[in-house]
C-alpha cells in the first residue's frame, strides 16, 4: 500500500486522459442539448398553433399553473429580445436560468477535478429550503384571483 494511505492522508486520485474525457462527456451533451434546445425555442414560437413544444402536464391536467408554467413562452420572448413579455410569462424566469446555470458550471468543474468555487460553500439547506418556499408561495399566488398578474 502507499505510504500516505497508511499515514491516514487519501492520495489525490489520479485520472487518465481517456477517463476525463469520459467524465466531460455527460455536462458537454449536457451543455449542447440545451444550446439546441434554446435555439429550437427561439426560433419556434411557443404560442403559435402546431409548434412541437410540451404544455405543462400540471396544467392539462388540472389548470392550476405550477411555478414553471411558461417558463418556455418566457425563454422564447427572453431569447428575442423581449425581456418585459419574458417576465410577464414567468416573473422568476432569471432564477430558474441562473439555477440552470450555476448547477451546470458546478457539474464542468467537478468533471475537470476542480474543486466547488469558494461561494458555493456559503450555500447551505437553509438557502435551499428558502428557495423551495418561494417556489411554493409564488406558485399558490400565481393561482389566486387578486394575483393573477403572476399567471402566464
Known amino acids: 500500500m502507499d505510504a500516505r494511505i497508511d499515514a491516514g492522508v487519501l492520495a489525490a486520485p489520479t485520472t487518465r486522459p481517456s477517463s476525463r474525457r ?8 449536457c451543455g449542447c442539448a440545451l444550446v439546441g434546445a434554446a435555439v429550437y425555442v ?24 405550477c411555478p414553471g408554467c411558461g ?20 416573473l422568476l424566469l432569471p432564477f430558474f436560468l441562473a439555477a440552470i ?14 474543486a466547488p468555487a469558494r461561494w458555493t460553500a456559503k450555500l447551505s439547506a437553509r438557502t435551499g429550503a428558502i428557495a423551495i418556499v418561494v417556489l411554493v408561495v409564488f406558485g399558490v399566488l400565481r ?9 402566464p
Do not use: Q
Not at 417558463?71 to 414567468?90: M, P, Q
Open 22 to 29: 469520459a467524465l466531460l462527456a455527460g455536462p458537454l451533451a
Open 42 to 65: 427561439a426560433v419556434a414560437d411557443p404560442t403559435a398553433s402546431g409548434t412541437h413544444l410540451p404544455g405543462c402536464p400540471l396544467y392539462e391536467l388540472t389548470g392550476i399553473y
Open 71 to 90: 417558463l418556455t413562452r418566457a425563454t422564447h420572448s427572453l431569447l428575442r429580445g423581449h425581456l418585459r413579455a419574458a417576465l410577464g410569462y414567468n
Open 101 to 114: 446555470a450555476l448547477a451546470w458550471f458546478g457539474w464542468l468543474r467537478a468533471a475537470l477535478g476542480r
Open 143 to 151: 393561482n389566486l384571483a387578486p394575483f393573477h398578474a403572476l399567471a
